[in-house]
C-alpha cells in the first residue's frame, strides 16, 4: 500500500528534525543527564515536527539500549514506537477525547505500571481543546503523576493551556522552518525518489507550506501525482492556485503607467479563469510585502521566500518604486484582502481597490503641494497644479510618469525684489514680546534702524495683559486693564481701582514683567481712584483688525485662496 511522502520520511531520530535545535540540543542534554521530567509542553504552528518530536522522544526513554539520545530503531519498542501500536505510549486525540469522562479514564489508567517498556508515555495532540474540567480532572496527575509516567502536551495554541497546567511542565516552542531548510529537504527527498524537480518548482513548494514541513510535502506529493516524475512550475503553480510573478507584475506595471483600465482588465482575466479573488489580494499582498523587502534589503536578503531567480526579479521591479510608494501600496492591499474576507461582491471589491491603488500614484502630497506654492511666489515660474490630500502624508517620488492635472487658474508670481511682510502670526508674537513690528525686506534695506521706542503707559498695559493671558491670570489681566501704571526708575507703580485691588498679586504681576522684559523691577501698587483710562476693548479689537487685514494681504495667502479656492473666515492666534 502506498505510504505519503510526508509519513515515509517521517524523522526517526533527532538529527533527522529540520530546525528546532533549541528542542533538540535540550532534550538530548536532559536524556544524557537522566533529568528527565514528567510534563512536557511543545507547541509551535503546524507540521514543524511536534508530535514526531515527541515521538522520538519515547523512542529514546524506551530503546532496549536507553535511556539514549540515540534510539536503536531495530529493537520491538523502536519499531512500535514508529508504527504507532506501542501498547506503553498512548497517542490520545484531545480534539475527540476533551471530555472530563476521558481524562478520569487517563487518570485510572496512569496507575498501572508499564506492560512492557520502561516509561508509560501518553502523548496528548490538540491539547488545546480540552476543556477546563477535563484539565482540572488532570490537573494533580500531571502535578504529581507515578514515576513511571510521562506526560506530551502537543498544541497549536498554546495561550489556551491552563496556567496551573503551564507552571508544571517544560515548555517547548517549535519554530517555523526557514524556508531554505524546507526547500532542501524536499530537494533530498526528490533525489530520493527519483523526482526531477528544479530550483523554481521547489520554492514554490515551500510557499505553499508557509514554513510547515508536512504541508509542503504533502503539495510535492499532489505534485508528483499531477506531473508525474519531472514537475514543472506553471503546472505546478495552476494545481496549487498560486500565482507567478508575471501574473503580479501585471499590477505594478499598470500602477507604473497609471492605467486603471489595465487593472480592471486584470480582474476579468481572474474571475474568467475561476481565480479565487480572495486568494489573489492575500498573494497580491505577500508580492507588495517582498518587493518592499527587496526594495530595503536587496536581493540577497534570506526575509523573501523565493528562488534567487525571482528575487532578482523582485528587486528589477523595486527599482521602479520608492518605499513610500511600496508602504503605500502594501497598506492598500493588506485592507483590500480584509475587505474581501467578508465581500458578497468580491469583484467589485478587488476592483475598487485596485482602482485606488492607481489613484493612490496620483496623488501629490500638501508637502509637495506647499513647496510648489514656495517655488510659485520665489518667481520660479512654476504653475500651481491641485494636490490631492492623502493619509499618511509621504509624496510619491517614484520614476512612475503622473499623468497631467487639471488646469488651473494661472497665478502671477512675486518678483524677488518685492518686500517680504512677516506673517499675521509673527506680528502678534513679537508684540507680546515687545517688539515694534520690523519693516519689510526692502524697507529695511534703504530706511536706517530707528531708535527703540521707549515704554510708555499704554504699552506697558498691553503686554503685561498678554503676558498674564498666556499664564492662564484673567482675573489679574483684568485688573490691569483698568489700572493706571507709572514706571519710575526701577519702579513699577500701580494704581488699581478699589473693586481689582483683590487680583492685584505682586508675585503674579512679577511672572508676567518676566515674560516682557528681562529688566528688574520694583513692584508698589496701590488701591484708589484711577484717571479714565481708554476702552480697554478698543486696543485688542484694533490689533485683531490689523492682525487679519495683514493676514488676507499675504502673498501666501494670496496663493493659497488662488489655487485651493475657499474663503478665509476668521484668523485666529494660536497662542490664545
Known amino acids: 500500500m502506498y505510504q505519503v511522502i510526508a509519513r515515509k520520511y517521517r524523522p526517526q531520530s533527532f538529527s533527522d528534525v529540520v530546525n528546532q535545535e533549541h528542542v533538540k540540543t535540550t532534550l538530548q542534554n536532559a536524556i544524557a543527564q537522566n533529568r528527565i521530567a514528567h510534563g512536557y509542553i511543545f507547541s509551535g504552528q503546524r507540521g514543524t515536527g511536534k508530535t514526531t518530536v515527541a515521538r522520538i ?77 477535563a484539565f482540572n480532572a488532570l490537573l494533580k496527575t500531571i502535578e504529581e503523576p507515578p514515576a513511571w509516567v510521562i506526560f506530551v502536551l502537543c498544541t497549536t495554541e498554546a495561550h489556551k493551556i491552563p496556567a496551573t497546567i503551564a507552571s508544571r511542565c517544560q515548555h517547548f516552542s517549535f519554530r517555523s522552518v526557514d524556508f531554505e531548510e524546507v526547500v532542501a529537504r524536499m530537494d533530498w527527498i526528490c533525489h530520493q525518489e527519483g523526482i526531477e524537480a528544479d530550483a523554481e518548482v521547489l520554492a514554490v513548494l515551500a510557499q505553499a507550506g508557509e514554513g510547515s514541513v508536512r504541508d509542503s510535502l504533502s503539495a510535492l506529493d499532489q505534485a508528483i501525482a499531477c506531473c508525474g516524475a519531472k514537475l514543472d512550475a506553471v503546472e505546478v503553480r495552476a494545481l496549487l492556485g498560486a500565482f507567478s510573478l508575471d501574473a503580479l507584475e501585471q499590477v505594478t506595471q499598470a500602477l507604473t503607467d497609471s492605467n486603471s483600465g489595465r487593472m480592471l482588465e486584470v480582474v476579468d482575466q481572474l474571475e474568467r479563469n475561476g481565480h479565487n479573488l480572495q486568494h489573489f489580494s492575500r498573494e497580491l499582498a505577500r508580492y507588495f510585502r517582498n518587493i518592499l523587502v527587496a526594495k530595503i534589503s536587496g536581493k540577497d536578503t534570506r526575509l523573501i521566500a523565493a528562488s534567487p531567480r525571482e528575487r532578482e526579479r523582485l528587486e528589477r521591479i523595486a527599482a521602479s518604486f520608492s518605499e513610500e510608494d511600496l508602504t503605500r501600496y502594501l497598506q492598500l492591499s493588506l485592507e483590500l484582502f480584509t475587505d474581501l474576507q467578508a465581500s458578497l461582491q468580491p469583484r467589485f471589491h478587488l476592483e475598487i481597490g485596485l482602482v485606488r491603488m492607481v489613484q493612490a500614484g496620483r496623488m501629490t502630497s500638501i508637502e509637495e503641494a506647499l513647496a510648489g506654492l514656495e517655488s ?23 520614476d512612475a510618469e503622473k499623468p497631467a492635472p487639471r488646469p488651473q487658474p494661472p497665478v502671477a508670481s512675486v518678483p524677488s525684489s518685492a518686500p517680504k511682510r512677516p ?111 481708554e476702552n480697554p476693548a478698543a486696543a485688542p479689537q484694533a490689533v485683531h483688525a490689523e492682525v487679519e487685514q495683514q493676514a488676507l494681504a499675504n502673498p501666501e495667502v494670496k496663493r493659497f485662496l488662488e489655487v485651493f479656492g475657499g474663503e478665509v473666515r476668521t484668523v485666529r492666534n494660536l497662542k490664545e
Open 423 to 533: 506673517s499675521p502670526f509673527e506680528l502678534d508674537r513679537m508684540k507680546k514680546a515687545g517688539s515694534r513690528e520690523p519693516q519689510s525686506v526692502g524697507a529695511t534695506a534703504l530706511a536706517p534702524s530707528p531708535a527703540p521706542e521707549p515704554m510708555g503707559q499704554i504699552h506697558w498695559r498691553e503686554r503685561l495683559h498678554a503676558a498674564l493671558i498666556e499664564l492662564n491670570m484673567p482675573f489679574t489681566a483684568d485688573a490691569i486693564q483698568h489700572s493706571e501704571i507709572r514706571e519710575n526708575g526701577a519702579e513699577l507703580h500701580f494704581t488699581t481701582p478699589p473693586q481689582f485691588g483683590l487680583s492685584m498679586n505682586a508675585g503674579d504681576l512679577t511672572k508676567a514683567i518676566r515674560e516682557v522684559t528681562e529688566r528688574q523691577f520694583k513692584i508698589k501698587i496701590t488701591v484708589g481712584e484711577v484717571a479714565a483710562v
Open 57 to 133: 522522544l519515547a523512542r529514546c526513554l524506551n530503546c532496549v539500549k536507553g535511556p539514549t539520545d540515540q534510539p536503536c530503531g531495530v529493537c520491538s519498542s523502536c519499531i512500535e514506537i514508529a508504527a504507532g501500536n506501542a501498547v506503553d505510549v498512548i497517542e490520545i486525540d484531545a480534539a475527540s477525547n476533551r471530555g472530563i469522562n476521558e481524562m478520569r479514564e487517563l487518570r485510572e489508567n496512569v496507575r498501572y505500571q508499564p506492560a512492557r517498556d520502561r516509561y508509560k508515555i501518553f502523548i496528548v495532540d490538540e491539547a488545546h481543546q480540552i476543556t477546563s474540567e
Open 376 to 398: 510659485g511666489r520665489a518667481g520660479e515660474g512654476a504653475k500651481g497644479r491641485g494636490a490631492e490630500m492623502r493619509d499618511g502624508g509621504t509624496g510619491r517620488t517614484g
